[in-house]
T-cell receptor, first 116, second 111 residues
Framework: KAGVTQTPRYLIKTRGQQVTLSCSPI?????VSWYQQTPGQGLQFLFE???????NKGNFPGRFSGRQFSNSRSEMNVSTLELGDSALYLC???????????????FGPGTRLTVT | GQNIDQPTEMTATEGAIVQINCTYQ??????LFWYQQHAGEAPTFLSY????GLEEKGRFSSFLSRSKGYSYLLLKELQMKDSASYLC????????????FGGGTRLMVKP
């Protein structure tokens, strides 16, 4: 079974631009979560999507948005980029339990975004 | 909100045993995960605890005490390839089962 894939793997943008990152989950996984990872802040939760609906949102400004498509693929968008948005953006997918249980998340390789 | 604490760095010797601790505070605990992350790579799942006690998986074991808000990851027979960051993460049912990660513990295994 193919793992989580993310595109692009590396990206360089300038301040003020916007960027869209893509994530394809493991086949059969309907939950997709996005994280930002920086050396100073560690791994921080951005948002989670399930069945094309945002289920949870972390503490990030409205410049960060996302969506999920009917095939469970997900995109995240960052508008008006700032230098501080330079980070590794990780996508993770998981199965969804029917009755309150949880499943482990499987991470993609990430997109390394550099804002200059 | 949640607060998850782990030591920032640890060093151990090849062949030895090391214990990485994680303490947490959460209102709706619904499971604790350990992930391993090698430099420049994505985190990979190691273990999951939701009930008190020890879960063993080969050289790796994870322990949970819900009453103490405490977990540890035990690595036995350390190998050089175990040099990595180890991330503790907690799910909170009061926050839609959102997964919150600790800052990670960078483990260096020396010969």
């Amino acid at each position: 079974k193919a793992g989580v894939t993310q595109t692009p793997r590396y990206l360089i943008k300038t301040r003020g631009q916007q960027v869209t990152l893509s994530c394809s989950p493991i086949s059969g996984h309907r939950s997709v979560s996005w994280y930002q990872q920086t050396p100073g802040q560690g791994l921080q939760f951005l948002f989670e999507y399930f069945s094309e609906t945002q289920r949870n949102k972390g503490n990030f400004p409205g410049r960060f948005s996302g969506r999920q498509f009917s095939n469970s693929r997900s995109e995240m968008n960052v508008s008006t980029l700032e230098l501080g948005d330079s980070a590794l953006y990780l996508c993770a997918s998981s199965l969804v339990a029917r009755s309150g249980g949880v499943y482990e998340q499987y991470f993609g390789p990430g997109t390394r975004l550099t804002v200059t | 909100g949640q607060n998850i604490d782990q030591p920032t760095e640890m060093t151990a010797t090849e062949g030895a045993i090391v214990q990485i601790n994680c303490t947490y505070q959460t209102s709706g605990f619904n499971g604790l995960f350990w992930y391993q992350q090698h430099a420049g790579e994505a985190p990979t799942f190691l273990s999951y605890n939701v009930l008190d006690g020890l879960e063993e998986k080969g050289r790796f074991s994870s322990f949970l005490s819900r009453s103490k808000g405490y977990s540890y990851l035990l690595l036995k027979e350390l190998q050089m390839k175990d040099s990595a960051s180890y991330l503790c993460a907690v799910r909170d049912s009061d926050a839609g089962n959102m997964l919150t990660f600790g800052g990670g513990t960078r483990l260096m295994v020396k010969p």
